[in-house]
């Protein structure tokens, strides 16, 4: 048996030795592939700002998966939203190419950090940093300026389809299919088309809307029947325990709101307010008496704000507050809020409770520009503060709140009830 065994401890050394080399070969092979993908990447990612695709040995929907890729990661870093816009030219006369004239003038009207690339022959694609409700404007003056740049196209001949990101999908393929739906619906009448913008929420209030509509065709000249219809609208805006915009309505008015102070050049102050110990009440004193918690805090933020202030209920126990005010009178309004709610008491039958908030203020034009900047600021000053135990008001300061580690995207058109 002694003369077996140093052969077979030889055969195992070199049975260990074969496969080590072919994890080896196997790691080697990953890693290799891996570099070569990325430079590829970096390759299509320069050529494409030129070359057209079949010059790069690449396929047009190979480019645009690569840039939307850029533009999805950029985004979700940053917090920001952004438009990918499939522009379609009709004119027999023009082909839509990385040299070509439509190309030109697309890359002329717009953005430095805007993307043009190609879809196909006849469409070109603009993928642009921009919130929902700026995506039709721009696009209307691209549009514009290519009849302007292109000698014999008209801008009838220009259909524009588009998505936005994160509102429309979080991933490049369903931001694409969502365009090109788009771009189907388009019409002489409405040559840019963006779908609306719907949570589950707000598909069950249009069902409720359109049915009110229908019973108040049929009951035009019946009073009653009218002043449900207007009952009807009313709760389908507003929330039905707090009185104030339900969460799928939020966004709606808020994003139409601050689109106002925009176009008048008013400034304004989005107020995101946490209600702090509500889980606990809750919890030892029930759910009816935390909704009446919920009611009180409400009815202080309708008594102290003025009548164009607008209040919305965000999350489960917490509330936005969109305010035309300089960031001079930010503080103000942040402490009379924080001191009103901190101060009252909250009757529920017959026990009477005290809340305490955190509420975070970011300001219109210095702390973003648009009701989704604005949003993702405040949220920081809440997250910042409820990490250290702040039951306060405070303000988006840079230096301080962008500390805060980066969560999950969030948007305020993606709250539910």
């Given at each position: 048996m002694q003369l077996f065994t140093p052969t077979i401890a030889a055969q195992l050394d070199l049975i260990s030795s074969l496969v080590g080399i072919v994890a080896a070969i196997a790691i080697s092979f990953i890693i290799i592939t891996l570099v070569a993908s990325y430079y590829r990447f970096q390759t299509i990612v320069e050529q494409a700002e030129t070359s057209s695709p079949e010059e790069m040995g690449a396929s047009p929907g190979d480019v645009l998966r690569v840039h939307l890729a850029r533009y999805l990661a950029s985004c979700a870093r940053s917090g920001t939203s952004f438009t990918i816009a499939l522009i379609r030219v009709s004119n027999p006369d023009f082909t839509v190419r990385m040299d070509s004239e439509i190309i030109e003038g697309l890359n002329h009207a717009a953005r430095r950090d805007d993307i043009t690339c190609i879809l196909n022959e006849k469409t070109a694609v603009l993928l642009a940093e921009s919130e929902p409700e700026d995506g039709v404007t721009i696009l209307s003056r691209i549009v514009q300026s290519l009849e302007n740049s292109c000698a014999g196209l008209s801008k009838d001949e220009i259909r524009v389809g588009m998505a936005s990101y994160p509102s429309h999908g979080l991933s490049g393929k369903d931001l694409t299919q969502i365009a090109l739906e788009g771009l189907e619906r388009t019409s002489l009448e409405e040559p840019l088309f963006m779908a609306e913008i719907l949570d589950d929420d707000d598909e069950e209030d249009d069902e409720e809307l359109e049915e009110s509509v229908d019973d108040s065709a049929e009951e035009q000249d019946d009073e009653e029947g009218s002043r449900g219809w207007k009952d009807r609208r009313k709760n389908s805006i507003l929330d039905e325990l707090t009185g104030v915009l339900k969460p799928s309505a939020v966004s709606l008015y808020m994003q139409r709101a601050m689109s106002d102070l925009r176009r008048k050049k008013q400034n304004?102050?989005?107020?995101?307010?946490?209600?702090?110990?509500?889980?606990?009440?809750?919890?030892?004193?029930?759910?009816?008496?935390?909704?009446?918690?919920?009611?009180?805090?409400?009815?202080?933020?309708?008594?102290?704000?003025?009548?164009?202030?607008?209040?919305?209920r965000h999350e489960k126990y917490a509330f936005l507050v969109l305010v035309e005010c300089s960031l001079e009178e930010v503080e103000i309004i942040g402490r009379r809020i924080t001191a009103c709610i901190q101060q009252s008491e909250y009757k529920s039958g017959s026990k009477k409770l005290k809340t305490t908030t955190t509420l975070g203020v970011a300001t219109y034009p210095e702390h973003g520009r648009n009701l989704h900047h604005l949003y993702l600021a405040g949220q920081k000053v809440l997250d910042h503060s409820r990490a250290n135990d702040i039951r306060a008001y405070a303000v988006y300061d840079p230096k301080i709140h962008d500390k805060v580690p980066t969560k999950p995207i969030r948007s305020i058109k993606s709250v539910h009830d």
């Open positions: 304004a102050a989005l107020f995101c307010i946490g209600l702090n110990n509500m889980e606990h009440i809750a919890r030892f004193h029930g759910q009816d008496t935390a909704d009446d918690v919920l009611v009180g805090v409400s009815k202080i933020l309708q008594g102290n704000l003025r009548a164009d202030d607008l209040i919305g």
